[in-house]
């Protein structure tokens, strides 16, 4: 069969996977697993089946994972021992023969070593890459979202923009521009990707999994600087810009700054450092000279104001950070 039909997913409960599964259960052509611990009270939308494993017994998760053709890992950056369990993730994979793998992606540009030298917790994804070509028994597909926007701009120490609050720190001049994707259009990424023929045929000019295999991939939905987002803010919530309090910020400074708040256990300057660092000029935030594939899957292009709804909402009862 020249089509991906079964899919595993670890991490099905979290913030971008309830997206991915939503798309793929709509879509109507694959079976679906969430991979979950054995202790795990996470609930799944009918249609999903559910695999439970312990992680200390390497041999549950590779009976767990036996017959899918595709793996996708979406884990929290908080997750403890991270890049270990990634390994023993994608360990099992391989001597479960899994041809098909989506790490743990989903963020800006893990090729740019400038970026994941500056931003250590992206070092875990390069590893990953690495172990599952080591590895040689399945193909990787990294799709590079950029961050998240509804999730990125509910958070002020994250976007610098405060939507409750009506402030703004901006990052030096708050023009420099960054790739985002929304929640939706993370799951429309993959499920067009999953839905791709595996290999190119005589009777399709379309693109086939295998023109990614082994490749890290861009989509998005946006590329904006701090200062679209603040007109789009002013747009949705409806408060002139002249009743925002706007300041400015040396975006290497806070940078700085954030990881000596970071290294005092404050969570706050983790959002700070990570955030920060693609907003510097050097462009590293921005992908679109790399290659978009949004049109070769079909993806649609997004209404940015409506993005910032659900972005307002979510602030509105978003922790600081999370």
Not at 86 to 98: D, N, P, R, S
Not at 222 to 233: C, G, N, R
Not at 247 to 262: F, L, Q
Request: no cysteine; hydrophobic share 40%.
């Amino acid at each position: 069969m020249n089509r991906i039909t079964k899919v595993a997913i670890v991490g099905a409960s979290g913030n971008s996977a309830k997206y991915m599964t939503s798309a793929l259960l709509a879509a109507k052509k694959h079976t679906i697993t969430a991979i979950t611990r054995h202790d795990s009270t996470a609930t799944f939308p009918a249609g999903i089946e559910v695999a439970k494993v312990d992680y200390n017994n390497p041999s549950s998760l590779v009976s767990a994972l036996k017959g899918q053709d595709a793996l996708i890992i979406t884990l929290s950056g908080h997750t403890p021992n991270l890049q270990e369990t990634e390994k023993a993730i994608v360990t099992a994979a391989a001597e479960a023969g899994v041809p098909w793998i989506f790490p743990n992606e989903w963020s800006p540009d893990t090729a740019n070593e400038a970026l994941v030298k500056d931003v250590f917790i992206f070092g875990s994804k390069v590893a990953t890459r690495k172990a599952i070509m080591d590895l040689g028994k399945s193909q990787f597909v990294a799709v590079s979202t950029g961050f998240w926007y509804e999730w990125s701009l509910a958070i002020a120490p994250a976007s610098g923009i405060d939507l409750v609050n009506k402030t703004a720190t901006l990052f030096d001049e708050g023009e420099t521009g960054v790739s985002v994707s929304t929640w939706p259009q993370v799951g429309r990424a993959v499920t067009a990707l999953l839905s791709l023929p595996i290999k190119a045929s005589d009777s399709s000019s379309g693109p086939s999994l295998t023109d990614y295999a082994n490749k890290v991939i861009y989509v998005n939905s946006f590329t904006v600087s701090q200062k679209d987002m603040l007109a789009s803010a002013v747009r949705v919530i409806g408060t002139p810009l002249s009743d925002w309090k706007v300041t400015k910020e040396s975006a290497k400074e806070r940078y700085e700054n954030g990881i000596k708040e970071m290294q005092q256990g404050n969570r706050v300057g983790f959002a700070k450092m990570m955030y920060t660092r693609v907003f510097y000029e050097d462009g590293v935030g921005n992908v679109e000279g790399k290659g978009l594939a949004n049109e070769a899957l079909g993806l649609e292009i997004e209404d940015l104001d409506e993005a910032t709804v659900r972005a307002f909402e979510r602030a509105k009862t978003a922790q600081v950070f999370s």
